[in-house]
């Protein structure tokens, strides 16, 4: 899917400063060996299934089905993973990679902080060091992950510039990079920025896909009718879209954070209420305002804050093959407490906005039709911000 | 023959950068009037976007200041076109890809020539994007100016034979912003640039003293300067104009 100067139809590019050229084109050229090579490939493998807990599960959500009168729904388990979600597939492959290239040094972005995780704790196996940027705003909704980070030997940075959320924290990774390249790799958590960052990420995370169609095919035999996932940069959703992106009968739905409302301005929803720009790196859809300001979005999921989306999301949208709905707070939180009360399963406030699309399409459908949500993540850390919304005094 | 080469026919030119609306276009256009009477050879105008990726603190203060302000890229130009009534030296823009994008290049681009805007300057334009904007920068006889950085290595041949303008020498890894010191040998990469083109090159990133933009001089066609600038205006508001201008004066003065 990816052109060879790192295009998705208009979208992707490399945006960036000078100083990161030749870094990028490092990044490109070891990738690229290093793909094909079986020795990387083993070892990648090995940490996937004996580390990060691999292949994740793919569940009947037998109790949601039936009480919803709905489809078939399937939950893909990404929260089962080492860290608590589907980041750390991602963060082994670049982490790995950056071994390769002779990085001591790991630095990242986060918001809601599973990133974050994933990175230190890569780099706590691997022997790196590890600096993570993280939003002002987001260290306080996600103490407890501030909290591991430190544990796991990384240096956390609060960005205070800007919204002081995920846009910032990518803005200061970035800037950071460009003071010191040698020694340090970019861990870049999304299917964003420049080329050949978004490639690289959709690579790492398709296999959620590929195991999602040896699964459903083994358990029913056929392909699901709809996969769907959240998507702020869209990382979980490019891993569960990418293997059945040419299985035209198989719908895919990305659901973004519409926050208060698609007619507010307190939105992060990009497909919904942005509009083609040029930021972080990438040509891509960005919310932002007539002069080419980025907005100040905002949604209760730190990790859904984005003003913008991956290039490759933005290219699926243009061409029609998958479909961008905004789903609020409000609904995201319902579906937070729904799924844990009925299956008992707290998925991560991001997935949430999956599922919640999932309760109002699934019942729909039929109930000959299957579809696959991926639950990116687990939402222990959301416990204290939910309480919080539904005006319980909790703090961690 | 853009107007950009003329700031270099007269011994070293020195850049001052200045962020449009910080705090506010009244002082801004004091301040390039005075750096113009106190022997800039070319302004560069700040264009302020949201969230400048290539700036250190000081420029992104300047930036978010101007934007509070209400500053727009619609005001940038009117003021451009006040300036042009007395200010004579060549002017160029520094802003980033996005506004020039979302205003529409052939729109944004074409008013620039109107305005009298001779150059802009793209950090996150690189050499692989350039597409983008040459095409219609050539049209309108803007200069696209081109940025080499320390570890552009073999890529400065390659920028240098296509630059226009001059080319923005970036002298330290990292962002904008004030440095003790410079230990990027400059020397090497200018001798390159030089090997492969006539366009002339400044030296921008961490310059702040007389000393520091004599030496730059010395061994490229200019120095620019930002950080230190800002932070004048930063302390002294609406009143900047005034240290603004004995400022560049010691900078030009020891360009001479």
Redo the contacts between chains.
Sequence with gaps: MTNP?GRFGIHG???????????VIELEEAYNHYKNDPEFNRELTALFNDYAGRPSRLYYAEKMTKGLGSAKIYLKREDLNHTGAHKINNVLGQALLAKKMGKTRLIAETGAGQHGVATATAAALMGMECVVFMGKEDTERQALNVYRMRLLGAQVIPVT??TATL??AV?EA??EW????ADTHYCLGSVMGPHPFPTIVRDFQAVISKEIKEQILEKEGRLPDAVLACVGGGSNAIGSFYHFIGDEGVALIGCEAAGRGVDTFETAATIATG???????MKSY?C?D?????APVYSISAGLDYPGIGPEHAHLHDIGRAQYVPITDDEAVNAFEYLARTEGIIPAIESAHAVAHAMKIAPQMGKDKIIVITVSGRGDKDCAAIARYRGEDLHE | MNKIASAFTNGKAFIPFITCGDPDLATTAACVRVAAKSGASLIELGIPFSDPTAEGPVIQGANLRALTGGVTTDKVFDLVRELRADVTIPMVFMTYANVVFSYGAERFISTCADVGIDGIILPDLPYEEKEEFQPICTKHGVALISLIAPTSENRIAMIAREAEGFIYVVSSLGVTGTRSEITTDLASIVKVIRENTDTPCAIGFGISTPEQAAKMAGIADGAIVGSAIIKIIERCGRDAAGPVGEYVKSMTDALK
């Design positions: 100067n590019g490399q945006y960036i400063p000078e100083t990161l050229m030749n870094a510039t800007g846009k910032d803005s970035m800037r460009t003071s010191r390249i509009k083609l720009g040029i930021f972080h790196g960005f932002q007539k002069y080419g300001q980025i």
